[in-house]
């Protein structure tokens, strides 16, 4: 493992990243699009964090902090590179962010199809939360998506 680098995701990166969650993650999210992924890393640069081995990204892992949870998406290790190391190193780097930025949980996205998956999750300690069920709601576009100010309405 001492040839594995894990650094924070670039711009240059994003393109690279999404192309290899087509090869290494399981399933498909309705926010993997380039300009998704964009979003992601202006609003929250430390977010994506990647693992290379011989400059040839070998897995990736989302750790995302909105100043309240810890979340954990897209954790994804090329499959000739799993059991290796690769995950353990990406979650140590993970949850050492969430300590700095003082969360205090992590939780994390799992299909529940994805055995292998659940497994690699339960031997890195995290447990399914059987009293939840998440409940999600696919949101129309913004007519402008780069406006981020805020536009509640004054009731």
């Known amino acids: ?24 993650a399981e399933g ?22 990647l693992a290379e081995r011989d400059g040839e990204l070998v897995g990736t892992v989302i750790a995302g902090f909105d100043g309240w949870r810890c979340h954990l998406y ?20 993970a949850e050492e962010r969430f300590g700095r930025l003082g969360g205090r949980r992590g939780d994390a996205m ?15 300690g995290y447990r399914p939360q059987e009293q939840w069920t998440r409940w999600v709601k696919p949101l129309p576009p913004t007519s402008d998506p780069s406006d981020t100010r805020a536009t509640l309405p004054i009731l």
């Open 110 to 124: 799992v299909l529940n199809r994805n055995e292998r998956a659940q497994s690699a999750w339960t031997a890195y």
């Open 1 to 24: 493992m001492s040839d594995l680098r894990i650094r924070y995701a670039t711009n240059t990166d994003l393109a690279v990243a999404l192309a290899f969650w087509g090869s290494a």
């Open 74 to 93: 897209r954790l994804a290790v090329h499959p000739d590179h799993r059991r290796q190391g690769v995950a353990t190193a990406l979650l140590a780097a």
């Open 28 to 49: 498909k999210s309705i926010s993997d699009d380039l300009a998704g992924v964009e979003r992601l890393h202006e609003r929250d640069p430390e977010s994506l964090i």
